[in-house]
């Protein structure tokens, strides 16, 4: 027979509530150390929802929009002129958006010319398109005060197109802006930059290389959160190699957000393949940071963010750049994620970003 106080414990037992984390919530130990501007707005719109990773590609391919969430870019100011046109590549054709200005002339009503910007979006080589960097190619359109046209450019996207096509795409998009349309659209060929965020850092940083090989006057390169090292950290068959990995960030921020390690082995995956390509001497198109020669490049502005595993591996770049002599800058974004530079309307990360992008394109191209 149940005593009084075991009978007043069985009458007081209550149904237990158990809380689990939302999917792809912000790990609790990495939680403070985020922006926290991030952290409410990531909390709002992101966070129980599936990655676009997490989608099977034929699913994303058919219906983007059902998988895609988007907040947080600041519409840019109006400009002149945006136009399209199509690029002749290897075995097809990509589409270019043109963000022009209004024409300057000088003191005799001479147009003078501009220089150009080459933009390579975003999205792991597998995601990302001409919406992608919209409004930051009109920002800088009108930051430059009609001294700049930007050239985005649609290089087609892996699985479907895996590696070289994307790094060739935007090597010979760069080719037919200098060759092809350079006196069309008024742009000097000799004040060219080039420039992206994540996949299109590293697109930027080997079409840097080109440029130097080829002996192309190039004047600038803008690598924010650049992918320079895809071999290191993963296995030949894409797995995260965690014990191997050179880059403590990528233990260290494992399981961030918006860019988890599983996120950069996917793409590792969709973009080389599995198994990956066997090593050769152009492993530098895949992994810039292993040239064995860094000298005579253009100079660079890096960008890293602290909450980002690709982190360690841009400074890294960086150190490797100065050290053969390069210019560069160097900034790291604390408490940012790897997308901050896309959030400039809610995130002074962003904000700062677009303003030291125009600092240096003022610098490297008008002065």
């Given at each position: 027979?149940?005593?009084?106080?075991?009978?007043?414990?069985?009458?007081?037992?209550?149904?237990?509530?158990?809380?689990?984390?939302?999917?792809?919530?912000?790990?609790?130990?990495?939680?403070?150390?985020?922006?926290?501007v991030?952290?409410?707005?990531?909390?709002?719109?992101?966070a129980?929802r599936?990655?676009?990773?997490?989608?099977?590609?034929?699913?994303?391919?058919?219906?983007?929009?059902?998988?895609?969430?988007?907040?947080?870019?600041?519409?840019?100011?109006?400009?002149?002129?945006?136009?399209?046109?199509?690029?002749?590549?290897?075995?097809?054709?990509?589409?270019?958006?043109?963000?022009?200005?209004?024409p300057?002339?000088?003191?005799?009503?001479?147009?003078?010319?501009?220089?150009?910007?080459?933009?390579?979006?975003?999205?792991?080589?597998?995601?990302?398109?001409?919406?992608?960097?919209?409004?930051?190619?009109?920002?800088?359109?009108?930051?430059?005060?009609?001294?700049?046209?930007?050239?985005?450019?649609?290089?087609?996207?892996?699985?479907?197109?895996?590696?070289?096509?994307?790094?060739?795409?935007?090597?010979?998009?760069?080719?037919?802006?200098?060759s092809?349309?350079?006196?069309?659209?008024?742009?000097?060929?000799?004040?060219?930059?080039?420039?992206g965020?994540?996949?299109?850092?590293?697109l930027?940083?080997?079409?840097?290389?080109?440029?130097?090989?080829?002996?192309?006057?190039?004047?600038?390169?803008?690598?924010?959160?650049?992918?320079?090292?895809?071999?290191?950290?993963?296995?030949?068959?894409?797995?995260?190699?965690?014990?191997?990995?050179?880059?403590?960030?990528?233990?260290?921020?494992?399981?961030?957000?918006?860019?988890?390690?599983?996120?950069?082995?996917?793409?590792?995956?969709?973009?080389?393949?599995?198994?990956?390509?066997?090593?050769?001497?152009?492993?530098?198109?895949?992994?810039?940071?292993?040239?064995?020669?860094?000298?005579g490049?253009?100079?660079a502005?890096?960008?890293?963010?602290?909450?980002?595993?690709?982190?360690?591996?841009?400074?890294?770049?960086?150190?490797?750049?100065k050290?053969?002599?390069?210019?560069?800058?160097?900034?790291?974004?604390?408490?940012?994620?790897?997308?901050?530079?896309?959030?400039?309307?809610?995130?002074?990360?962003?904000?700062?970003?677009?303003?030291?992008?125009?600092?240096?394109?003022?610098?490297?191209?008008?002065?």
């Open positions: 027979m149940a005593t009084l106080s075991d009978e007043k414990t069985l009458r007081d037992l209550r149904p237990k509530t158990i809380l689990q984390p939302l999917h792809n919530s912000i790990p609790p130990e990495l939680l403070p150390r985020f922006d926290p991030y952290v409410e707005h990531y909390n709002k719109n992101n129980g599936l990655h676009t990773h997490e989608v099977p590609i034929e699913d994303f391919r058919q219906d983007p929009a059902k998988y895609l969430t988007s907040y947080g870019r600041a519409v840019g100011p109006d400009v002149f002129r945006i136009t399209e046109q199509i690029c002749p590549v290897q075995g097809g054709e990509i589409k270019i958006r043109i963000f022009e200005p209004a300057l002339k000088d003191e005799n009503g001479n147009v003078k010319k501009r220089a150009a910007y080459v933009n390579f979006h975003g999205g792991g080589w597998v995601f990302g398109d001409l919406a992608t960097d919209h409004e930051f190619c009109k920002r800088l359109v009108d930051g430059l005060d009609g001294h700049l046209v930007a050239f985005d450019v649609d290089y087609r996207l892996s699985p479907e197109y895996k590696y070289p096509i994307p790094v060739d795409d935007c090597w010979a998009a760069l080719n037919w802006i200098r092809q349309k350079a006196e069309e659209f008024n742009v000097d060929p000799d004040r060219m930059a080039i420039g965020a994540s996949a299109g850092g590293h930027s940083a080997v079409v840097a290389l080109l440029c130097r090989n080829a002996s192309i006057p190039l004047r600038l390169q803008v690598l924010n959160v650049p992918v320079c090292d895809l071999l290191g950290p993963f296995t030949p068959d894409g797995l995260f190699d965690r014990d191997n990995c050179q880059y403590e960030s990528y233990r260290e921020m494992e399981f961030t957000v918006a860019l988890p390690v599983a996120r950069m082995a996917y793409f590792h995956r969709h973009f080389l393949g599995v198994p990956r390509p066997a090593s050769s001497a152009e492993d530098w198109k895949i992994s810039p940071i292993v040239a064995s020669d860094l000298s490049l253009a100079p502005l890096v960008f890293t963010a602290e909450m980002d595993p690709l982190r360690d591996e841009g400074e890294q770049y960086a150190a490797k750049l050290a053969a002599g390069c210019q560069v800058e160097l900034m790291r974004m604390a408490g940012a994620p790897h997308t901050f530079a896309g959030l400039d309307a809610i995130l002074e990360s962003g904000r700062t970003y677009n303003a030291m992008v125009i600092e240096a394109m003022q610098k490297e191209l008008i002065a």
